[in-house]
Each structure stands twice: as C-alpha cells, then as structure tokens.
C-alpha cells in the first residue's frame, strides 16, 4: 500500500512538473504586445511613431525605434552610435523643431517604399527620409537618413516654377 502511495505521488509531481512550462509558454504569448513595437506595422505607422517618440522620449530612442525592426542593424553598432549622436544634437544647431510636412511618398513594387518628410526647424528645415523593405510579407527599415533639402535639385526644381502676376 505505501510503496503504492508513493508511486502514485510520483506520477503526479512529474505531471505538474511536466506541464509546468507548458504554462509559462502559454503565459508569454498572452502577454499583451507594447505600442511601440514595429512588428507588423506598415511604413506609414512606423514613421508616425517615430516622430511621437522624437517629441517624447528624444531622438535616441526613436532612432532605436525605427531600426528595431532590422535584425541586421545590431552588428552596425557603429553606425547606429553615429546615427544617435548626429540626431541628438539637431536641436542644438538648429534650434527647436517646429513639427512635420509630408514631402514623398513612393513605393515600388510593394517591395521598396521611400517616405520623406520635411522637419521644421527655427533656423532650418531638414528632409528625413525613411526607406523601408519589404522580402516577403513584412516591412523592415533599410535606411533612415537625414540632409539639406535646399540642395542642388530642390534649387532647381524651385527656379523652373513659374509665378503669374498678382493682378490687383
């Protein structure tokens, strides 16, 4: 009776031990998604929350934000160093940023999209480009890449404009 007792005990401690982690596997996948992760977002969404969190957390963390969804980003810690650091100090040169204008938008064969904004600066604006992926099914951030939208092409396309006289 006692050895019977025992064997019984034994086969329900390594039941409950068995599907113990069954449980926490089942734990983990409940557990509610942050918003602020890129997975499953679309280009559109992910520079949206860029910008939020541009204003919110500081351009580190939205620089962190936008290339969390590319794995190969983490052996370029160089580059994503670099990349922090030039963005941490815009404000600095330019003075507090005044908000966003959406400049292009274009994709290319549901694989390739490049979204470009321009970003208002007081002394300045700057054009930031987005440039996103897309292998299979989800978009991953290729590039993210910042510069003077008064260069040579902005300058040109702004001298071939033609203005009609203000008739009074």
């Known amino acids: ?93 330019l003075g507090k940023e005044h908000g966003q204008v959406l400049i292009r938008d274009r994709q290319f064969a549901d694989t390739v999209r490049v979204i470009s904004y321009l970003v208002k600066y007081e002394r300045q604006p700057l054009r930031f480009t987005f440039v996103f992926y897309k292998a299979e099914n989800r978009w991953i951030t290729l590039q993210f890449f910042f510069d003077d939208p008064m260069d040579e092409a902005t300058m040109k396309e702004t001298r071939s404009l033609s203005f009609e006289p203000v008739v009074q």
């Open 1 to 93: 009776m006692k050895r019977t007792t025992i064997t019984i005990l034994l086969l329900v401690m390594s039941t409950s031990l068995l599907a113990a982690p069954e449980k926490r596997k089942t734990e983990k996948a409940e557990k509610p998604v942050e918003t602020t992760t890129v997975k499953g977002k679309k280009p559109e969404q992910m520079v949206a929350i860029f910008f939020d969190l541009f204003r919110s957390r500081g351009p580190a963390q939205a620089v962190d934000y936008i290339y969390s969804n590319n794995p190969n980003i983490y052996e370029r810690q160089d580059f994503l160093g670099s990349m922090k650091e030039k963005v941490a100090k815009l404000e600095e040169m």
